[in-house]
């Protein structure tokens, strides 16, 4: 009996570890199976997202709007055109005698065209004996000056340098400009490489006294900034065109205020054909040598007083009068131009930008006040002498 019993739990031992055995090998399979179906869908993933593109956010060209793309190509096609100016003076050793170069200032400039002259401010290379031109591709080259004109503030330079690096600035109009419209400057604003500010014209027909001490007059106003180093450097309106030449600004703290003015481009195109090829303005005269204001205003005339009337010249043909002085010292006044073709003339800059308006040859009426009494003389203007 004892021995049937054994042999019962022995056989029940079997089948219980049977059972076990079965049910941890199925255990084990199924735990495979999951791992390798899990290894499956992570290897599929993984080999998914090696063929998708990145999704992190990126900037892309067309997340910029309109404006900015439209600034940014107006900056990339004229930027080649603009230039740097660093302007240096020569001094001589006193006892070495040797001569060294002494740096003096810098400014902005423009490519006016494929012969290598180049623009800039008259006061950039006032006083310099030496100018250097970097243009945009940072290629420096020695300048030579070809013409100035002070009393417009302007300046021809030249380069010799490979017609292919030389990009010319498209020129505008300024005759035509409003207040309010988009206008942009590049230049190199404290020996920073080719910046770039954007704003507005504030103002137009402003009034600036030039180096030479003669007004210039139509000058554009613009809160766009100019700080120094940006003299002479261009100003474009929207289309990428020069309408200007950005000469000063308004500061009573010699900082940016939001005031700068330029040279309108109708004035530059006059003047830079008369200085690339005279070296200066030529301009019509009358022939007549002026009191200057302060002599004016001491014998109480209103309008310009002609001191000498210059042999030969227009002026003498016409019969015009100088002031006289006899042997006691009594002085007689000659004639005193008050109108040129019915427009009133109040001082030397009036004549003077007047005339601007003439070509040496036009004829032009002429009214003076002679003994008191108004009188018209008409004349054939002189050229430059």
Same mark, same amino acid.
């Given at each position: 009996m004892r021995q049937s019993i054994s042999v019962i739990f022995g056989l029940l031992l079997l089948a219980v570890g049977f059972f076990a055995g079965t049910?941890?090998?199925?255990? *084990?399979?199924?735990?495979?199976?999951?791992?390798?179906?899990?290894?499956?869908?992570?290897?599929?993933?993984?080999?998914?997202?090696?063929?998708?593109?990145?999704?992190?956010p990126q900037l892309k060209n067309n997340a910029l709007n309109a404006d900015?793309?439209?600034?940014?190509?107006?900056?990339?096609?004229?930027?080649?055109?603009?230039?740097?100016?660093?302007t240096t003076n020569l001094r001589r050793d006193y006892w070495t005698r040797n001569v060294t170069e002494i740096p003096r200032g810098s400014g902005s400039g423009f490519v006016w065209n494929k012969e290598g002259h180049i623009i800039t401010n008259y006061h950039v290379i006032q006083g310099a004996d030496r100018a250097q031109v970097t243009l945009a591709d940072q290629s420096a080259w020695s300048a030579k000056l070809i013409g100035a004109a002070p009393e417009k503030d302007l300046a021809v330079l030249k380069i010799d340098t490979p017609v292919d690096q030389l990009v010319p600035i498209p020129v505008g109009r300024s005759e035509n400009l409003l207040v309010g419209q988009s206008v942009y400057a590049i230049g190199n604003p404290f020996g920073l490489d080719q910046t770039l500010t954007t704003g507005i014209i504030s103002a137009l027909g402003r009034e600036i006294e030039s180096v030479g001490g003669v007004p210039i007059r139509d000058v554009i106003q613009t809160d766009a900034a100019i700080n120094p180093g940006n003299s002479g450097g261009p100003l474009?309106?929207?289309?990428?065109?020069?309408?200007?030449?950005?000469?000063?600004?308004?500061?009573?703290?010699?900082a940016y205020a939001g005031i700068g003015f330029s040279i309108p481009v109708d004035v530059v195109n006059w003047a830079v054909p008369q200085l690339i090829s005279n070296g200066?303005?030529?301009?019509?005269?009358?022939?007549?040598?002026?009191?200057?204001?302060?002599?004016?205003?001491?014998?109480?005339?209103?309008?310009?007083?002609?001191?000498?009337?210059?042999? *030969?010249?227009?002026?003498?043909?016409?019969?015009?009068?100088?002031?006289?002085?006899?042997?006691?010292?009594?002085?007689?006044?000659? *004639?005193?131009?008050?109108q040129i073709d019915d427009e009133p003339v109040g001082s030397?800059? *009036?004549?003077?930008?007047k005339l601007e308006e003439y070509q040496p040859g036009d004829k032009v009426a002429v009214q003076v006040l002679r003994d008191g009494?108004?009188?018209?003389?008409?004349?054939?203007?002189d050229g430059s002498r």
């Open positions: 049910a941890w090998q199925s255990k *084990d399979r199924a735990t495979e199976s999951i791992t390798e179906e899990q290894s499956g869908v992570s290897t599929e993933a993984t080999s998914l997202n090696v063929n998708q593109p990145n999704s992190a900015e793309r439209a600034t940014i190509n107006l900056f990339e096609k004229a930027a080649p055109s603009v230039a740097f100016i660093t474009l309106n929207s289309s990428g065109e020069l309408i200007g030449v950005n000469t000063a600004i308004y500061s009573p703290s010699g200066r303005l030529m301009r019509p005269t009358l022939g007549v040598e002026l009191a200057n204001p302060q002599v004016s205003r001491r014998l109480g005339v209103e309008g310009v007083l002609i001191l000498n009337v210059i042999e *030969d010249s227009a002026a003498e043909q016409a019969g015009l009068r100088s002031t006289t002085r006899n042997g006691y010292g009594e002085i007689t006044l000659g *004639d005193i131009i008050v030397r800059n *009036d004549l003077q930008l009494e108004p009188m018209t003389v008409e004349l054939f203007l």
